[in-house]
Structures are given as C-alpha cells and as structure tokens.
C-alpha cells in the first residue's frame, strides 16, 4: 500500500489505527497481525534449524570437538585438592544453543558423554527436534501484548520429557563456567534466575567466564558485558547491590575471565590411537583423576537412568 500512488503513511496510519473504532477495530488488527508475525518466525526458526541440524550431521569432525570441549569445560579450574577430596560431584549443563552433547563413548574409561551430566536442558529448543525458538526476554514483553514473543513464554510450548531432575537439585553450586554466551540482555532473565537460586551476593560461588583466545576477540567488549550482567543483576537486589556486587565479587575472588585451556583428552586418528598435549606431570595427575571421576559419574547417572527406564517399560 506504501507504493500506490497519493497513499501517505499518515492514511496507512488512519487506516490501521482508527481512534472512533479503538477498542473493538485495533485490538482485532493488533492480534491478527501478531499472529501474521509468530506464524513467519515459526518459519524462520524452522528453517533455522533443519539448518543447523545438517552441519551437525555432515561435520565429521563435530563428535569429537564436541566431547573435547565439554571435558575441557569440565576440567579447567579443578584443583588436584578438588579432585582428591572425594566430595561427590555433580555437573549441569543449560545450553543456550539449538545441538546436544552427543552421547557415544570414544573412549571407555571416559564413560558415555550423555551421562557425565545429571541434567542437561536447552532452554531454547534444539535442532534434532525443529523447535528452535528466538525471542526477546520476559521482562521486555511480560506487561503488554509483547508476551507472546517471549522466550519464556514461548518455552512453555516446548515439548519435553519429564526426567525428574532440575537444575537446582544440588546446592549450594561451587562453579557457574560460561562459555560461548553473547551475554546478550536478551538472556538476562535466565541468569536472574540462577543467581537467585544461589544466593550469588551472599554465598561462595564462583563464577568462570571462558573465551577462545583467538583472532579477532574483542576482550573489552567481554569485560562490558559481564559488567553491565553483573550490574543489571544486582540491581535486582537493591540499588545500591548495583553498583557493589562486581567489587564485592572481585574482592572476594569469585569471578574469574580466563581464556579456556584445550587439554584435548581425545583425539582419533587413522589408527585410533589416544593422543594429549604435552602436559607437566601435575596435569597429568589431575586429568588421570579426573577421568576416573567423570567414569564414577557416568556409572552412576546411567545406573539411575536404567532404573527410571525399567519403571516406565
């Protein structure tokens, strides 16, 4: 209608937007409209994902790097005193991408990757089921007609088996590692969430901040954004815990931007021989150990996952 001729945007506006009809013309425009919207985004995400879905599933090499990076997000900043205390350990993983750990052991006393995490949720759909979602955050939609474009709203819609597990089932929390985050505001509501569950201000957690030190990366850039997290979370508490959770964190040593050290604990060749880097004998310790706890965990969590499976059969 923009390009007939003598058609000016204030008719475009007159014509949508009637003052005489406001209530009963403009509220139907509004919500035809909107579902005009979902119903292209629908096909976008969709798109989006079958897209993702065939990377995955035509990238050779995307198995291995896959379970590469999740022992080394696993592994980096675990202590030798960590690993000999015998405190039994936990791992949960909210992945904000659309692919999941895939779940084959490459290696048998590396256990199956599937179970080296009690709970695993992508919070925003995945690719293998095509339901991806984007969105905006809640707090930017939940008081007006934006609800709908929601990533919180929308996640409701989400099917999902229900497994019995949560991702607060263990506390207190030692570690949150975040890796591969935009940090984008757009999330902000996830980590409200956590931070809470973990009483951030007031208990001992630390918090990890990862990044591939590589071409191009923009480290100022990273510094912002935790920053701007950070306040925008603790101003959540009270005004003044705004500008005085990052201090207090730093002062107590509880956050920590690192670049994320690649131990490579698997790499198949033509032989399918196990190759490492060339670790000092300390490293090697704590990887040998940690292995060993990562075998622990996956007998476990799939002794228990047997169990549920035995039930519902």
């Not at 007159?14 to 919207?37: G, H, M, Q, V, W």
Request: with cysteine; aromatic share 12%.
């Amino acid at each position: 209608m923009i390009l007939v001729p003598n058609f000016s945007i204030g008719a475009i506006t007159r014509k949508i937007f009637n003052p005489l009809r406001e209530k009963e013309y403009n509220a139907d425009f509004k919500n035809a409209f909107d579902t005009i919207l979902l119903k292209e985004l629908n096909v976008l995400e969709h798109d989006f994902a079958k897209y993702i879905k065939n990377q995955v599933a035509t990238d050779p090499d995307y198995r291995n790097n896959c379970g590469n990076l999740l022992f080394d997000l696993l592994f980096n900043d675990l202590t030798l005193n960590n690993l000999q205390e015998g405190i039994e350990t936990h791992n949960y993983l909210l992945n904000f991408n659309y692919t999941q750990p895939q779940i084959e052991a490459v290696w048998p006393n590396l256990g199956y990757r599937e179970y080296w995490f009690d709970y695993v949720k992508n919070v925003h759909g995945t690719a293998k089921k095509e339901d991806a979602i984007f969105g905006i955050d809640y707090e930017d939609g939940k008081d007006d007609d934006l609800v709908r474009f929601t990533k919180t709203f929308r996640s409701m819609q989400l099917e999902e088996k229900y497994s019995g597990k949560t991702f607060f089932d263990h506390l207190p929390i030692n570690k949150i590692k975040i890796y591969g985050h935009s940090l984008n505001p757009a999330d902000n509501s996830y980590y409200t969430s956590i931070f809470d569950a973990v009483d951030l201000y007031s208990s001992k957690t630390e918090l990890f901040f990862y990044y591939k030190d590589r071409e191009g990366l923009n480290l100022s850039q990273l510094d912002l954004s935790i920053n701007n997290l950070i306040k925008e979370y603790g101003s959540t508490i009270s005004k003044d815990h705004g500008s005085g959770l990052l201090h207090k964190l730093l002062l107590e040593n509880r956050i920590h931007i690192r670049p994320l050290i690649e131990y490579n604990p698997m790499v198949v060749g033509e032989k399918e021989e196990r190759q490492f880097l060339n670790l000092d004998d300390l490293d090697k310790k704590k990887r040998d150990l940690f292995t060993e706890k990562l075998e622990s965990i996956s007998k476990y969590n799939k002794a228990a996952a047997d169990r549920i499976a035995e039930m519902e059969d």
